[in-house]
């Protein structure tokens, strides 16, 4: 059974850090590329960052480049969200997900066949 499964949520202050982690079972981890969604209240499901299956190109959307840094340890079928100096619209819902993507549809939540269930990112003013 494929599951994903984040934790690394929870409060932290404008300007502060927080790491997300996501942790794959049930599959061949290294064969699929990975992202984070994240989806605030009252809002769609959005894409913040994806990593190709072998680590070496990431994609990040402009509201958190430079920021964010996303991440992934195939031999531990782990990946990471690392967020800095966040900012109260990053409170959201962050979904990490698993599928296979080409290039233009990487930023798309269609492209991703397997999510877990989501770790809550609160971030005061």
């Known amino acids: 059974q494929v599951q994903l499964a984040e934790s690394g949520g929870g409060l932290v202050q404008a300007g502060g850090s927080l790491r997300l982690f996501c942790e794959a079972s049930?599959?061949?981890?290294?064969?699929?590329?990975m992202a984070w969604f994240r989806q605030a209240p009252g809002k769609e499901r959005e894409f913040v960052a994806a990593?190709?299956?072998?680590?070496?190109?990431?994609y990040y959307d402009d509201s958190v480049k430079g920021r964010f840094a996303i991440s992934r340890d195939n031999a531990k079928q782990t990946v990471s969200l690392l967020m800095n100096n966040l900012k109260s619209e990053d409170t959201a819902v962050y979904y990490c997900?698993?599928?296979?993507?080409?290039?233009?549809?990487?930023?798309?939540?269609?492209?991703?066949?397997?999510w877990g269930q989501g770790t809550q990112v609160t971030v005061s003013s």
């Open positions: 997900s698993a599928g296979s993507a080409i290039t233009s549809t990487i930023r798309r939540s269609s492209a991703y066949t397997t």
């Open positions: 990593i190709r299956r072998n680590g070496g190109t990431s």
């Open positions: 049930g599959y061949n981890f290294r064969n699929y590329d």
